[in-house]
């Protein structure tokens, strides 16, 4: 899978077959023991989209047995994908407490919290995704009888063209505080786009806005490396999708300061405090890719 500037995907490939992936872990992550996530919609989307392995997955059919570091590989993944999960609801059940009415979810894929998190009443939350992402996920939530929790208005738009316009056309406010999140986005963004996307993001946020996302803080490997890990972890567990070349290449603005160059007051936490936080064993090697991974939120001031 060979990213160009201007491909595009649906939920079974390329892209859009990564977030069938995390809701995969996301929905063996809400089964677990005492889990730290509550995602319902999660395997029931997995199993519409139709990817056979993911499915098999998520309904226990995958013999993991005979795949070398595979059991341990996929407890990395749910473990990790669920911490992720779970800073970016609390993100935004956080900022709703504090009077935030209008949310973004960019990049929203498979993402099902305009349904499952507790929304205030006159909760917005725009979600912003390739066109046949949004027409499928709405199809599919529609078809298991799904009802928002907020007042949900899907956004059908590339966010390498201009997605600003389309959200305003779907009637967002940008004289409203808002709460925005880029989950597991900025790798698959060439360095140029993600610099444009988070000057949208500002150009777009009135004060008090708040911002959560993620990024590596180790800025000596390349994306391409780090893609590489990736797939190998699935590849353990008998995927046969290959996720290796969809990552960007190329040097890339430090998130903090980009944010704080433009007004943002900007807090950070590595990815393994929130591991202890939610009573989770941290992947301490030094291989492990999540050791240098750093949860950002922001205020635009």
Known sequence: MTRTDQDSWDLASSVGATATMVAAARALASEGADPIIDDPFAAPLVRAVGLEFFRRLVDGELDRADAQDGERDLQLETDSIAVRTRFFDDFFLNAAR??????????????????????????????????????????????????????????SVDLRDDWPEALRRSGFDPRRPTSWSAEGLLMYLPPQAQDRLFDNITELSAPGSKLATEFHGDAGRTMSERAKQF??????????????????DGERSNVVDYLTGRGWQ??????????????LVFPDDETSQLRNIVAVTATLS
Request: glycine share 8%.
């Open 98 to 155: 504090d009077g935030v009415r209008q949310s973004v979810i960019l990049a929203a894929g498979l993402d099902a919290r305009a349904y499952r998190l507790s929304w205030p009443p006159g909760s917005v939350v725009y979600e912003v995704d390739q066109p046949k992402v949004v027409d499928f996920k709405s199809a599919a939530m529609a078809g298991l009888g799904a009802t928002p929790t907020a007042d949900r208005r899907t956004v």
């Open 266 to 279: 900007v807090t950070t936490r590595e990815r393994r405090e929130y591991f202890a936080d939610y009573g």
């Open 231 to 248: 797939n190998q972890r699935w590849a353990n567990l008998g995927c046969d999708i290959d996720l290796s070349g969809l990552f960007f």
